[in-house]
Each structure stands twice: as C-alpha cells, then as structure tokens.
C-alpha cells in the first residue's frame, strides 16, 4: 500500500480503539467519585480493557506481518472472530472442524473479510464464513446477513479500482487494504449486496498459493 492508505489505515484502528480506551479513563475516573461504587467502576474498567484486548488481537492477525498457517491458524483465528463478536449484535457462524489448509496472508484475508462483514451489519445479524479446499484452489466466502445488511458507501469503490484516489478514506482503507491482500495472493475479491439483507465476499486463491 501506499503512504496515503498506510496513513488512512493507523486512523481507522485508532479510531476503533479511542471508544474502549476511553471508557477505562471513565471507569478510572469514576473509582475516584464517590457517588458509584468500586464495583461498577472496576466492572466498566474490566470490560472495556477486555474490548481492547479483544481488538487488538484481531487486527495483529488481520493486518501484521507474518501468521500462522493450516487448520490450526484458521481456528486461532475464528477464535479471535468470535470473541470480537461475543457481547455485540453480530454472530459469528463458522463451522467445526476446520480441515482446509491457508497461508498466512489466506488467513489474514479471511479475518478482513469477517471484519468487513461485521462492518455491513449496522443493525446487528450473522457473519457466516465457508471456506472450500477445491481443484482450482482454495474458495473463501463470507456472508454478511441481516436487516440493513448493506455496503457502506465508497467500499465498492475502494475495493474495484486499482487507485482509489480522493475517495480512499479511514472508513474504506479496511476494504481496499483486503482486496490488495487477496490481489499479491493471487487472487481478488468479489462482493455483492443485490440481495435484500445480505452482504457477499468471496475469493479463489490459486492452489500455488495456498500451500507454500
């Protein structure tokens, strides 16, 4: 990526990150008030720390250097997907057993399309994902399903054009980050929301790929 999307990209997770964080600095600040209770301080304290941690640990999947691979990475990270989703509106379905093999950067690709899945669904649903060992390679899908489901505005865009230029933004950098990640592992996006209350991504990996 770019210089520009870099920069776009460190705004999105810190903007991601402000709201749990500034919670704790409440939770603090509130142990020091004595009109509320240590425990319901302590309690606001414990769980934005844990949205934190939370956080974090999706994105250093989906956007750091290096990884896991196999059945076993995938299942560290469908870990980490529904623990992101544990106290929200969205659900994460992704089946046992995990027997397809990726790469790191197939399993990086998968946690960015599970992350622009969630990001379809503002009134809460399902983000279900299917993986698929084929001839032709390895077949991700991920589907967005709920009332409202829809993409956000300038995500198409984002994840279709080589340069998306002025309409790059902290909001679409997630989506055009995802699809240059699927595009150096030989393979491309596709998405869909013509179907009321759902969301579609899915990509083919080239089987050279998916095994080194």
Not at 128 to 138: H, I, K, P, S, T
Not at 159 to 176: F, I, N
Request: with cysteine; net charge negative; glycine share 10%.
């Amino acid at each position: 990526m770019d210089l520009k999307a870099s920069q776009f990209l460190c705004s999105r997770i810190c903007h991601d990150l402000i709201g749990p964080v500034g919670a704790v600095n409440a939770g603090m600040e509130l142990l020091s008030d004595l009109s509320v209770s240590d425990d319901e301080a302590l309690s606001l304290v414990a769980d934005s720390a844990a949205q934190v941690i939370r956080r974090l640990e999706v994105y250093r999947v989906a956007f750091g250097i290096g990884g896991g691979t196999g059945p076993r990475a995938l299942a560290d990270a469908r870990k980490l997907a529904r623990n992101l989703m544990a106290e929200g509106k969205v659900t994460l379905d992704w089946p046992d057993p995990i027997e397809e093999t990726l790469s790191s950067g197939g399993v990086k690709l998968v946690m960015n399309l599970v992350l622009l899945g969630h990001d379809s669904l503002p009134r809460g649903g399902t983000v279900a994902v299917r993986l698929a060992d084929m001839a032709e390679g390895a077949g991700v899908a991920v589907i967005a399903s709920g009332t409202g489901a829809r993409l956000k505005d300038g995500i198409l865009a984002a994840m279709t054009r080589d340069d998306p230029g002025d309409e790059l933004s902290a909001y679409t950098v997630a989506a055009y980050f995802a699809q240059q990640l699927a595009l150096s592992l030989g393979g491309r996006i596709e998405t869909s929301d013509e179907e009321d209350g759902e969301v579609r991504f899915a990509a083919l990996l080239p089987r050279e790929i998916t095994n080194e």
